[in-house]
Each structure stands twice: as structure tokens, then as C-alpha cells.
């Protein structure tokens, strides 16, 4: 960073600051003397009011993890392979089999729940489609995670401290045990200590913590915190029916049932609150947050079910130069995510189709453009199970129907995924 960022920049002595500094990603993967150096920099460049972002993997969630990182970094030094990473990987289906070939491994309850975990976390690393992140989560020299009580540390010795996380965060009624509530509140009565006894008690892995000056008087109450968000919008991803069965006969049930009903649509916070019984409904999010983060988001903007009719709706206009990009470009380590930036498995096909839901053409129209280019192609239609053709499409008639199918469902998943905008 030379004589650092400020003179870098020519703004060491001028009278710039910003209300907003955002750092996703990075301080867990920088060494020390660079951590030091971006706290500087937010002390001295961060407005008096400002905030800053900060996401980081915390302890003890990665204890496990490091487990199968250190593997991973071994096999890769260790292998006569010129291709490294993948032999990182191959070394995590070894060690699946390996866990459970080994005769003298005695399978008590303990070894029992050490292999289980550590092949969960293998599969979870093996399953993930988005190789680059493994590269930077795994296989990267630096990979610190910490306790967030290190963190308030090191960020108080800048002159900064915590405000909260980005994410709803739990509070002592979570426990549901008065005695475990009175237990909690006695020995750990500090907002500090509150936040690390949950990561104690979740197994947190990774944080989104929001920061400021230490100056600033930092006051959270959480019995005003339904009032502070009542206009932010609750929403499901995708419409989970394993989720609705798990939720059944908990306190989870009527935030599930109203956001499985809604969606793909959102409710606000003060919608959900004549719906949901007030004091579960934080506790439901927070839960549904733990074990099913990827499912439900709580976002500022209202989100409605908008569906493709011609002169109605189309797609949005700026995603055009979005997918035009992915039309245009092919590339391993990019690809098209929705607007909860998930990853979606558009191909080339997929991406020219979406175009054609420009509010002009009729789902008529998409088929006829589908049936003929298959046509000009010089090929036929089929269906497939298991990833084996079970049957080829020949009737004209039978293609269209199969196409219009398709192009149904399609344009079904183009809603789901906020696709359109009405016109």
C-alpha cells in the first residue's frame, strides 16, 4: 500500500469523509499490519455519524471448518500434481471414504459425531458450484477467523467500536426458559457478552458487523426494534415445502406459513406483525435465519409477484445489458445470479429466451421462436430423466406442446426471480 491509502489518494490532509465505508470479504483475508491499516483508514476517513460495514469469519463456527482448510492446504503441497486445487478437493472425497474404511477407528458416540461432521463439511466444500470462493475460502494463505470479543478489541484500539450486526440479532428471550433467560441476563448482562455467548451457542462462523466512532453514544433497544423496522420487507428465496413441514407446531409456523403464502411476493414488517404473534415474530425470523439463511431475507424494498403477459410486463429493462454480458461471455469463475445473489444455471439458450419476455411478444410468439430455431437446428426435442433421454419428441404438435411447457415454466422461474417489472 506504499505510504498508505491516504496519501495514495492525496487526501491525508483534506477535510473528506465518508458516511458509508463497506470492507465484504476482505479482513479475514488480509494479514495484520494490512487489518491495522484499514482501520486507520476508517478512523480517519469515516464521518462523524458514518458507519462502516465489515464481514469477517468469526469463531467458534470455524474451528470445524479449519479442520478440512488445513487438510486441503497439506494434500495441495504434498501432491506431485501440477493441477493443486483439484487435488485439494480430490483429497476431501479421500478423506470421506478413508473416515469410514479404517478398521481401528473405534466408533464411539464421539467418533461417531466427529466423522459425521467432518464428512458433512466435505460434502458442503465438495458441493459448492462456485470453485473461485473455495480457492479464497480454503486454499488461500490467510484465512484468520476471530472471537467477536478479539474483534471489538482490535477495533476499539482505532478509536472505533460496534454497533450491531446487519442481521436481526438474538436476545436473551430466545432461549425460551425463564430460568435460562434470568441465567443469561445475570452473567452476561453486557450487549458484548450477549453477542458472544449466542455465537457460543449457534456455532457462528461468519459475521456482518456494522461499525462507528466509539465516540458516538451506541444505544440498541430491542422493544423498539419492530417499530424501527415496521416498513422493511420479509421474503423467501424459493418456496421450500420441506420448510413449511419443519416449521409445523413451532413458533416458526405462522412466519412460514404467511411468507410460503405470499410468495414470491414479500410482506412488510408491520404486515407480518397483525399475522404473526408480536414477541415470536424476531424470534421466528431470527430462527429461520439460523438453519435456513439461505431461504428467507429481510430487505428494505417491497418485492410483488409480477407475471409476464404481453403489454403488461417484461423483463427489466436494466437487466438487458446484464444478460447481454453472459450472452456474450463465457467464463468459469462468473455467472448469472438472482437479485438475493444466488447463483442461477442459465446457459446460452436460456439467457437469448429471457430476452424475448420484452413485453412485445406473446408466450405464443416465444414458442414459435423456440420451435423454430430448434427447427433451422436441424433438431428434435427430449425429455430426460436422470439424466438419461427416456423419449424423443418427433410430432409437431406433441413439440409445441412441450415447448409451451417449458416456456410456462420458465417464465414461472422469471417471476420467482424478480425478474420482471410491469410496464
Given at each position: 500500500?506504499?505510504?498508505?491509502?491516504?496519501?495514495?489518494?492525496?487526501?491525508?490532509?483534506?477535510?473528506?469523509?465518508?458516511?458509508?465505508?463497506?470492507?465484504?470479504?476482505?479482513?479475514?483475508?488480509?494479514?495484520?499490519?494490512?487489518?491495522?491499516?484499514?482501520?486507520?483508514?476508517?478512523?480517519?476517513?469515516?464521518?462523524?455519524?458514518?458507519?462502516?460495514?465489515?464481514?469477517?469469519?468469526?469463531?467458534?463456527?470455524?474451528?470445524?471448518?479449519?479442520?478440512?482448510?488445513?487438510?486441503?492446504?497439506?494434500?495441495?503441497?504434498?501432491?506431485?500434481?501440477?493441477?493443486?486445487?483439484?487435488?485439494?478437493?480430490?483429497?476431501?472425497?479421500?478423506?470421506?471414504?478413508?473416515?469410514?474404511?479404517?478398521?481401528?477407528?473405534?466408533?464411539?458416540?464421539?467418533?461417531?459425531?466427529?466423522?459425521?461432521?467432518?464428512?458433512?463439511?466435505?460434502?458442503?466444500?465438495?458441493?459448492?458450484?462456485?470453485?473461485?470462493?473455495?480457492?479464497?475460502?480454503?486454499?488461500?494463505?490467510?484465512?484468520?477467523?476471530?472471537?467477536?470479543?478479539?474483534?471489538?478489541?482490535?477495533?476499539?484500539?482505532?478509536?472505533?467500536?460496534?454497533?450491531?450486526?446487519?442481521?436481526?440479532?438474538?436476545?436473551?428471550?430466545?432461549?425460551?426458559?425463564?430460568?435460562?433467560?434470568?441465567?443469561?441476563?445475570?452473567?452476561?448482562?453486557?450487549?458484548?457478552?450477549?453477542?458472544?455467548?449466542?455465537?457460543?451457542?449457534?456455532?457462528?462462523?461468519?459475521?456482518?458487523?456494522?461499525?462507528?466512532?466509539?465516540?458516538?453514544?451506541?444505544?440498541?433497544?430491542?422493544?423498539?426494534?419492530?417499530?424501527?423496522?415496521?416498513?422493511?420487507?420479509?421474503?423467501?428465496?424459493?418456496?421450500?415445502?420441506?420448510?413449511?413441514?419443519?416449521?409445523?407446531?413451532?413458533?416458526?409456523?405462522?412466519?412460514?406459513?404467511?411468507?410460503?403464502?405470499?410468495?414470491?411476493?414479500?410482506?412488510?414488517?408491520?404486515?407480518?406483525?397483525?399475522?404473526?404473534?408480536k414477541n415470536d415474530l424476531l424470534r421466528a425470523f431470527f430462527d429461520l435465519s439460523n438453519y435456513a439463511q439461505i431461504v428467507i431475507r429481510l430487505r428494505t424494498t417491497k418485492f410483488e409477484a409480477v407475471y409476464y403477459k404481453e403489454n403488461k410486463a417484461r423483463i427489466k429493462q436494466n437487466y438487458i445489458p446484464y444478460i447481454k454480458y453472459f450472452l456474450d461471455t463465457q467464463s468459469e469463475h462468473l455467472g448469472v445470479s438472482s437479485?438475493?445473489?444466488?447463483?442461477?444455471?442459465?446457459?446460452?439458450?436460456?439467457?437469448?429466451?429471457?430476452?424475448?419476455?420484452?413485453?412485445?411478444?406473446?408466450?405464443?410468439?416465444?414458442?414459435?421462436?423456440?420451435?423454430?430455431?430448434?427447427?433451422?437446428?436441424?433438431?428434435?426435442?427430449?425429455?430426460?430423466?436422470?439424466?438419461?433421454?427416456?423419449?424423443?419428441?418427433?410430432?409437431?404438435?406433441?413439440?409445441?406442446?412441450?415447448?409451451?411447457?417449458?416456456?410456462?415454466?420458465?417464465?414461472?422461474?422469471?417471476?420467482?426471480?424478480?425478474?420482471?417489472?410491469?410496464?
Open positions: 500500500m506504499g505510504g498508505g491509502l491516504s496519501e495514495f489518494l492525496n487526501l491525508k490532509n483534506s477535510d473528506i469523509k465518508f458516511d458509508f465505508i463497506i470492507m465484504h470479504g476482505v479482513y479475514s483475508w488480509i494479514p495484520t499490519f494490512v487489518r491495522a491499516k484499514f482501520l486507520e483508514i476508517v478512523r480517519d476517513f469515516l464521518a462523524p455519524q458514518g458507519i462502516c460495514f465489515v464481514s469477517y469469519n468469526c469463531y467458534p463456527g470455524w474451528k470445524y471448518l479449519e479442520i478440512q482448510r488445513d487438510f486441503m492446504r497439506f494434500s495441495a503441497a504434498a501432491t506431485p500434481r501440477d493441477d493443486k486445487f483439484q487435488a485439494a478437493l480430490d483429497s476431501l472425497t479421500f478423506k470421506k471414504v478413508a473416515l469410514d474404511k479404517m478398521a481401528y477407528v473405534c466408533h464411539d458416540l464421539y467418533n461417531e459425531f466427529r466423522i459425521n461432521i467432518e464428512k458433512t463439511h466435505c460434502d458442503a466444500i465438495l458441493n459448492t458450484p462456485n470453485k473461485s470462493y473455495l480457492y479464497h475460502e480454503y486454499l488461500e494463505i490467510c484465512n484468520q477467523p476471530f472471537y467477536f470479543l478479539d474483534f471489538v478489541d482490535d477495533i476499539g484500539e482505532f478509536g472505533l467500536g460496534y454497533v450491531c450486526d446487519s442481521f436481526i440479532e438474538p436476545y436473551y428471550e430466545d432461549l425460551n426458559d425463564k430460568t435460562l433467560v434470568e441465567f443469561a441476563m445475570l452473567n452476561y448482562p453486557k450487549h458484548h457478552q450477549k453477542e458472544q455467548i449466542f455465537d457460543f451457542l449457534n456455532n457462528s462462523r461468519f459475521r456482518n458487523s456494522i461499525i462507528t466512532h466509539a465516540s458516538n453514544k451506541i444505544e440498541l433497544n430491542e422493544e423498539k426494534m419492530l417499530e424501527n423496522i415496521k416498513d422493511f420487507h420479509m421474503i423467501f428465496t424459493k418456496q421450500d415445502i420441506n420448510l413449511k413441514e419443519r416449521a409445523k407446531g413451532t413458533i416458526d409456523e405462522p412466519l412460514v406459513n404467511a411468507l410460503y403464502e405470499a410468495y414470491p411476493a414479500s410482506l412488510s414488517v408491520k404486515e407480518l406483525g397483525e399475522i404473526v404473534p437479485i438475493f445473489n444466488m447463483p442461477i444455471a442459465f446457459d446460452q439458450n436460456t439467457l437469448e429466451t429471457a430476452l424475448k419476455f420484452d413485453g412485445k411478444n406473446s408466450i405464443d410468439n416465444i414458442v414459435k421462436f423456440i420451435y423454430e430455431k430448434f427447427q433451422k437446428a436441424e433438431m428434435l426435442p427430449t425429455i430426460e430423466k436422470d439424466g438419461k433421454i427416456v423419449e424423443v419428441i418427433k410430432d409437431k404438435q406433441a413439440q409445441i406442446m412441450h415447448f409451451r411447457k417449458l416456456i410456462k415454466d420458465f417464465s414461472k422461474n422469471l417471476t420467482n426471480g424478480h425478474f420482471f417489472e410491469k410496464i
